[in-house]
Protein backbone atom coordinates (compact mmCIF):
# COMPACT_ATOMS: atom_id res chain seq x y z
CA UNK A 1 0.00 0.00 0.00
CA UNK A 2 1.30 3.51 -0.91
CA UNK A 3 0.62 5.67 1.92
CA UNK A 4 0.48 9.77 1.77
CA UNK A 5 2.34 12.03 4.35
CA UNK A 6 1.43 15.72 4.41
CA UNK A 7 2.39 18.41 7.06
CA UNK A 8 5.92 17.43 7.30
CA UNK A 9 8.75 20.12 8.50
CA UNK A 10 10.98 20.95 6.22
CA UNK A 11 13.78 19.45 7.69
CA UNK A 12 12.22 15.59 7.59
CA UNK A 13 14.48 13.07 5.74
CA UNK A 14 13.33 10.13 3.45
CA UNK A 15 15.67 8.13 6.33
CA UNK A 16 13.08 9.93 9.35
CA UNK A 17 10.01 8.69 7.42
CA UNK A 18 11.40 5.16 7.01
CA UNK A 19 11.93 4.83 10.68
CA UNK A 20 9.11 6.76 12.32
CA UNK A 21 7.08 4.30 9.69
CA UNK A 22 9.27 1.09 10.34
CA UNK A 23 7.88 0.29 14.09
CA UNK A 24 4.68 -0.62 11.99
CA UNK A 25 6.36 -2.50 9.94
CA UNK A 26 8.46 -3.91 6.85
CA UNK A 27 9.15 -0.57 4.39
CA UNK A 28 9.68 -0.83 0.70
CA UNK A 29 10.41 2.78 0.19
CA UNK A 30 10.13 6.27 1.63
CA UNK A 31 10.48 9.35 -0.08
CA UNK A 32 10.31 12.95 0.87
CA UNK A 33 8.84 15.04 -2.51
CA UNK A 34 11.65 17.25 -2.50
CA UNK A 35 11.81 20.56 -5.87
CA UNK A 36 13.39 19.87 -8.77
CA UNK A 37 15.19 23.45 -8.83
CA UNK A 38 15.81 24.05 -5.25
CA UNK A 39 16.31 20.38 -4.04
CA UNK A 40 14.19 21.38 -0.91
CA UNK A 41 11.03 19.65 0.51
CA UNK A 42 7.93 20.23 -0.36
CA UNK A 43 6.24 18.88 2.74
CA UNK A 44 5.19 15.78 2.06
CA UNK A 45 6.05 12.27 1.55
CA UNK A 46 4.86 8.53 0.71
CA UNK A 47 5.97 5.12 2.52
CA UNK A 48 5.32 2.29 0.67
CA UNK A 49 4.55 -0.96 2.41
CA UNK A 50 3.83 -4.38 1.02
CA UNK A 51 1.89 -5.56 3.94
CA UNK A 52 -1.61 -3.90 4.01
CA UNK A 53 -2.78 -4.61 7.45
CA UNK A 54 0.54 -3.09 8.60
CA UNK A 55 0.06 -0.31 6.39
CA UNK A 56 -3.12 0.77 7.86
CA UNK A 57 -1.90 0.09 11.31
CA UNK A 58 0.51 2.93 10.03
CA UNK A 59 -1.71 5.05 8.94
CA UNK A 60 -3.92 4.73 12.05
CA UNK A 61 -0.77 5.04 14.50
CA UNK A 62 0.49 7.99 12.67
CA UNK A 63 -2.44 10.40 11.68
CA UNK A 64 -2.09 13.65 13.79
CA UNK A 65 0.47 12.51 15.70
CA UNK A 66 4.10 14.89 15.81
CA UNK A 67 7.28 14.25 13.50
CA UNK A 68 9.54 16.83 13.98
CA UNK A 69 7.80 19.18 15.85
CA UNK A 70 4.35 19.16 13.46
CA UNK A 71 1.54 16.68 13.24
CA UNK A 72 1.28 15.17 10.14
CA UNK A 73 -1.18 14.13 7.95
CA UNK A 74 -1.78 10.75 6.94
CA UNK A 75 -3.62 8.70 4.52
CA UNK A 76 -3.98 5.66 2.18
CA UNK A 77 -2.21 7.82 -1.46
CA UNK A 78 -4.68 7.79 -4.23
CA UNK A 79 -3.47 7.24 -7.51
CA UNK A 80 -2.18 10.26 -9.57
CA UNK A 81 -4.25 11.41 -12.42
CA UNK A 82 -2.29 12.16 -15.63
CA UNK A 83 -3.65 16.28 -16.14
CA UNK A 84 -2.45 16.18 -19.69
CA UNK A 85 -4.82 16.91 -21.93
CA UNK A 86 -7.01 18.44 -19.24
CA UNK A 87 -8.16 22.01 -18.52
CA UNK A 88 -4.95 23.37 -18.10
CA UNK A 89 -2.19 23.26 -20.42
CA UNK A 90 1.42 22.24 -18.80
CA UNK A 91 3.82 24.56 -18.05
CA UNK A 92 6.87 24.76 -20.25
CA UNK A 93 10.00 23.76 -18.62
CA UNK A 94 13.21 25.80 -18.82
Given at each position: ?N ?5 L ?6 D?L ?7 G??S??T ?8 R ?15 R?A??GM?DQ????RN??V?E?KP?E?NR?G??P ?5
Open positions: MIYIGNAYGVTSDHQAFGAFEIRAVITDRETGSKGFGFVEMPNDDEAKIENPLSGIRNARDGDRRRPRF
